[in-house]
């Protein structure tokens, strides 16, 4: 057995296997459907029984179900900075997070249409309790990342996980998504945890972080949703933040959110993959000595590539104007944008528009706060 057994995707020689074990579920039927709806259920289980290798799964269904979603439930998808990527080198992509399965699934997309090694990512465990969707995750190339925790089995865990992305990336030539924090953003200030950062750094044991950083070949990697499908989700979690209450999720909450992000109205979306960080990493270790202060200055310097790069849409400057009640960024939305934007606050957010209203404009506001940081917009 591999150490990394327990958290790792499916290796090739398991993938068939473990497709003929979930073909007949209905959950598998339904994406089946969703995504094939005018394919015969014969037809698509035969090609599954003929499917030997996550990619093959990946190209003829997964690439599939996405184009359905993103036809279904946005205006397009757009992306950026792909064309400085080499189709044959592994990079590690550190992402800021807003939704729980479109992040990645959008990223590995527009990997493959960029002609590029799609990713190994990383999810929650907790996401994936169900047996079905523990198989989907694998057959999908996600690893896991244990959540709850005891703090001596978070560090075991922690150093297990930042090996295995090392191995990924150096041995398989295999590239790795990551979220700059743990869980999504939910309020729009997108901000890598140098937490996450030292878990990576797990993996050089003791030795100097910068060139073990560099090893790693890190891509920054900006993504926007025009509208945020899961937007009213995020309201009662930030409420209880800004009354100091402990946020307890419900019985199947991630379940909800993660169907939401997948079905709900998302209009267009923007990806931008940063410049590959090498000479930053030179000037953070001329400049510090100390390996906390590096993976700060890091945590910065990747913060600067996704908020200065992040894209802007209108409801954000509606968010921004009607937040500050200015007319400021007036010339960059029509009135009926913002007439849409007003009425999907109010249904989202129904009797409690009042009490939720600022949060809600706060999260679609702040990603302009902070791009005001680094240019005029």
């Not at 993959?273 to 890091?298: R, W, Y």
């Amino acid at each position: 057995m591999s150490k990394f057994d327990h958290i790792r995707q499916f290796y090739d020689s398991e993938v068939n296997e473990a497709l003929q074990s979930i073909m007949h579920h209905p959950m598998m039927k339904a994406l089946m459907s969703f995504t094939f709806p005018d394919v015969d259920e014969a037809v698509w289980m035969e090609q599954l029984k003929r499917t030997h290798s996550i990619r093959d799964f990946q190209v003829n269904f997964i690439y599939q179900s996405v184009q359905r979603v993103l036809e279904k439930s946005s205006d397009g998808l757009t992306t950026s900075g792909f064309e400085k990527l080499d189709p044959n080198t592994a990079y590690l992509f550190i992402s800021n997070h807003r939704d729980i399965i479109l992040d990645t699934s959008l990223l590995n997309v527009s990997l493959f249409d960029h002609g590029m090694i799609m990713t190994a990512s990383a999810i929650g465990d907790n996401l994936v309790q169900k047996s079905f969707l523990l198989s989907l995750s694998k057959l999908n190339r996600n690893f896991l990342v244990q959540r709850g925790l005891s703090p001596r089995e978070l560090l075991q865990s922690s150093k297990l996980m930042s090996e295995f992305m090392y191995h990924l990336l150096t041995k398989e030539n295999r590239s790795v998504w990551i979220a700059q924090r743990e869980g999504r953003t939910k309020d729009g200030n997108d901000a890598t945890h140098p937490g996450v950062l030292k878990m990576l750094a797990m993996a050089c044991e003791g030795k100097d972080v910068i060139p073990f950083f560099k090893k790693l070949k890190i891509v920054p990697v900006s993504i926007s949703y025009e509208y945020d499908p899961t937007d009213a989700l995020k309201m009662p979690q930030l409420m209880a933040e800004a009354n100091d209450e402990v946020y307890i999720k419900e019985k199947n909450e991630d379940f909800i959110t993660l169907i939401s992000g997948i079905i709900g109205q998302k209009k267009r979306i923007h990806i931008h993959v940063g410049d590959i960080l090498d000479t930053e990493l030179d000037k953070i270790g001329a400049e510090f000595d100390n390996s906390n202060k590096q993976i700060q200055a890091l945590a910065q310097v990747i913060d600067d590539s996704i908020l200065s790069t992040y894209r802007l849409w209108p409801t954000n400057f509606i968010a921004y104007d009607l937040l500050h009640k200015t007319d400021q960024f007036s010339d960059k939305y029509t009135q009926k944008e913002k007439q849409l934007f007003e009425r999907r606050l109010e249904m989202k957010l129904g009797a409690e528009v009042k009490t939720l209203r600022d949060g809600f404009l706060a999260m679609y506001a702040n990603p302009v706060i902070n791009k005001m940081k680094y240019e005029n917009v």
